[in-house]
């Protein structure tokens, strides 16, 4: 008999592993995976590319209407489609990260991917990975992870990162990673926090294996 499918939710602040652990749990369990971030991310890089400012809530109602996004799987890598343009590459910069954070404190952002969202977990099977989505988007969810870890050690994971596609330093990460931790747990609208119900997962002396024989155990339980 095929076990039935759930929507589970992964959130956190950056840095703490969610991108490569809800990848590796969706292959896991054959499910789809949702980086919900990409989506306030292409939102920021259109904002810039339209020079809309987020203050600017006419200017943004505008660029949100003639806005199509669309996450597919190419190559076994998730790709974040623009306008059918794939900007996956693009939204990845320290910029593009600061204006997102900027962007999803916007009620009419916010808004306009609820409802993408929740499309997306219709039929189920899926691992979303985000900031809210235990919270807000998937309230009800089968399963709900908050997965965390020290300032510095999400710091260098993310300096890793940014490190091989440009110059940019520790410090400046560390920075720009305190200030947006602060902005999203502090934002009035859906802010960062742990769900409730959700299983928290400190990952800073953990490896890949571990947070996913954690998330499994967990996931396990509460399809039996």
Known sequence: MEKKKIVITIDGPSGAGKTT???MLARRLGYKYMDTGA??????????EKNSHPDDEGAMKSMLAGLTLNLVLKDNSLRLLLNERDVSDLIRTPEISMMASAVSALPLV????????RTMGRDK??????RDM???VFPEAEVKFYLDASPENRAMRRYRELDSRGKISLEQVKTEMVKRDFDDSHRKLAPLK?????VRIDSSNLNLEEVLDIMLYHIEAALC
Do not use: H
Request: proline fraction near 0%; glycine fraction near 14%; aromatic fraction near 8%.
């Open 110 to 117: 916010r808004e306009y991917l609820l409802e993408v969202q």
């Open 125 to 130: 099977g899926v691992v979303f990975e985000g």
């Open 21 to 23: 652990a809800s990848r």
């Open 194 to 198: 742990q769900a409730e119900g959700a």
């Open 134 to 136: 235990g919270t807000v």
């Open 39 to 48: 989506l306030y991310r292409g939102i920021a890089l259109a904002s810039k």
